[in-house]
C-alpha cells in the first residue's frame, strides 16, 4: 500500500527531477575506492558521482559500509586506527585522499552530523559559534550574526533564542540535532554528510529534521546515510543501494524505488531482507 | 553411544527444592555479610574522627600556654629559645607554601601537557608504556627524593644560581614537582580519557585541529577532573614531609625568598618528634598546633577543589 504511493507519487516527479539533475555539477567522483579495516575489506571498487544541491540517499543494511564511506567523504574514517584506502575520491576535482590534501580544510568545506547528537557541553550560542571561532572569526558582532542564521536555517531559532546562554544539553533529543545541523551550516559548508541522522530520534523530530533536509538542499549538496527506505523514498533525488561493501545499484531515487534494475535491490526494497 | 533420554533422568526443579535448605544457611550470610562490611566502613571513619579529636584536644592544650593571636600574627617561630620562646606559625606556613607554589608551577604545566599528549597524541601502544613508566614515578619513596634532591638537584642549582644555599625551598620544591606531576597526569589523563569521543568527531568534523580539540574542546570538559587532580596533587606537596625535612633545612623563615633555608609545618613536626621535646612541654603541644593547622590546610584544599569542579564544571 505505502510503497505504490510512493512509486505513484514519483513517477510524476520523474521527468522534472531528470531535466534538473542535467544541470548540475558533481561534488563528489569516486573511482574505485577500496577500504580495509586492518585485514577486513569493507569497501569494494566503488565508483560513485554525487551531484550538488541534491540529496543523496545511501541505503544497505547493517555493515555493507554506508557509513563507511560517507565517512571517508570527509576522511573522518581516519580516527579508526588501521584504516588502508585505495583508489581515489575527487572532491570539486581534488583527490582527497591524496598525500598533502589539508584534512582541516576538506572539513571546513564538508560538514558532517552524526547518528547520535553530539552537542559540545558549551552553551547554545557557543556550539554554533565554535566551528566560525577556531576558523578566527571572533567579531562578536558577526558572531551573534552567525548564530542567529544558523540556527534560523536549522529551524530551531524559535525555540531557543530566548535561552542561547544554556547548557545545550538542556535540550531534548531532536533540538539537540537541530542544533548540531545550526553547528555545521554556521561554517557555510559546501557539503553536508548526514549519517543516519534520525535513528535517534521520535517520529516528529524526525519528521522536522527530513523538512529540513528538503529545505537545506536549495543551497546544499546533502549526502544522507539511512536505515529508513521511506525516508530516502521521501527526501532524497538519488539513492545508492549498498551491500556487503559494494555499490550495487545506484540512480534516480524513483527508479530505484519503483523499478529497480538489481533483483537484491528489489529484495531489499520490499524487505525480504535487511 | 547412547541416544539422549528423551526425559531428564532428574528435575531440575526438584534439585533446586533440596539445595533450598542448605539455602537457608546461606540467606544468613546474606545478612551478616553487609554489616560486617558497615563495620569495616566504621573503622576508617572512627579514625578520622579519632585522629581529629586528638589533635583538637591537644590543640587546645596548646593555646592554654600560647595565645591564639600570638600564634597566627607572631612573624617568629623560635620554639627552643628558653628565654623569649616565640610560636608564630607564619613562618612555617611561609615555608609550606613556599614549597607547594613551587611544586604546582613545576607540576601542573608538565601534568597537564602530558595528559594531553597520552589521551589526544599517543598511539595505544605509546600510552601503554609511557603510563606505567609514570605510575612507577608515584611509587618512588619519599626519602630517595629527598636525597635526589639534596644531593643532585641542588649541586646543580647553585651551579646556576650561586647565592643558594645548601638548604632552601627551591630545590625541594621542584623535586616535589616532579613527584607530583604523574599523579596530576594520570588523573587528568582518565578524565580527558572519558569525554566521549563523539564530542571530539563533531569538532573535527567542523575542521578543527588536533590541538584545537584538544584545548576547546576535551580540556573544558574534562576541566572539573583536572582541577581535582590538581588540588589532590597540591594537598600532597603541602603534606609532603621527607623531601623537606631533606633538603629544605630547619629555619623557620617568613619572606618571599626561595633560596635561604625553610622548614615546613611538617619539616618542623619531623623535627620535634624526633626527641627535641620532652612529653608535657609546650614545644610538645606546638606540634599538635601545627598539625591541626595543616589539617585544616588540606581540608580547605578540598572543598575548595569540590567548589570550584562544581562551578566549572561542562556537563555531558
Known sequence: MNTTMVKLNNQQNQTAANAESQRKEAVYHTKDLNLWYGTNHALKNINLEINEKEVTA?????????????????????????????????????NILQKGYGVEELRTKVGMVFQKPNPFPKSIFENVA????????????ILNQIVEKSLKGAAIWDEVKDRLNENAFGLSGGQQQRLCIARCLAIEPDVILMDEPTSALDPISTLKVEELVQELKKEYS???????????????????????????????????????????TEDYITGRFG | MALPESRNSFSVQQMIQQKKQKKNKLIQTEKIVPFILL??????????????????????????HVSIKEFFTAQKWYPFSETQGSFGILPLISGTLKVAFIAAIVAVPIGIASAVFLSEYATDRTRRIIKPILEVLAGIPTIVYGFFALTFVTPILRDLIPSLEIFN????????????????????????????KSMREGAYALGATKLEVAIKIVIPAAVSGIIASIVLAVSRAIGETMIVAVAGGSTPNLSWDVTGSIQTMTAYIVQVSQGDAGYGTTIYYSIYAVGFTLFIFTLMMNLLAQFISKRFREEY
Open chain 2, 39 to 64: 563495620l569495616t566502613a566504621i573503622v576508617s571513619v572512627l579514625t578520622t574522627v579519632g585522629i581529629v579529636v586528638t589533635l583538637l584536644a591537644e590543640t587546645f592544650t596548646f593555646f592554654n
Open chain 1, 58 to 94: 545511501i541505503i544497505g543494511p547493517s555493515g555493507c559500509g554506508k557509513s563507511t564511506y560517507i565517512k571517508t567523504l570527509n576522511r573522518m574514517i581516519e580516527l579508526v586506527p588501521d584504516v588502508k584506502t585505495s583508489g581515489e575520491i575527487k572532491y570539486r576535482g581534488r
Open chain 1, 130 to 141: 565554535y566551528g566560525p571561532k577556531i576558523h578566527g572569526i571572533k567579531d562578536k558582532k
Open chain 2, 169 to 196: 625551598a627551591l630545590s625541594p620544591g621542584i623535586v616535589i614537582g616532579i613527584m607530583i606531576t604523574p599523579m596530576i597526569a594520570s588523573l587528568s589523563e582518565d578524565a580527558m580519557t572519558s569525554v566521549p
Open chain 1, 222 to 264: 546533502i549526502i544522507i546515510v539511512t536505515h529508513n527506505m521511506q525516508q530516502a523514498a521521501r527526501i532524497s533525488d538519488k539513492t545508492a543501494f549498498f551491500l556487503n561493501g559494494e555499490v550495487i545499484e545506484y540512480s534516480e531515487t524513483d527508479q530505484i524505488f519503483s523499478n529497480p534494475a538489481d533483483q537484491r
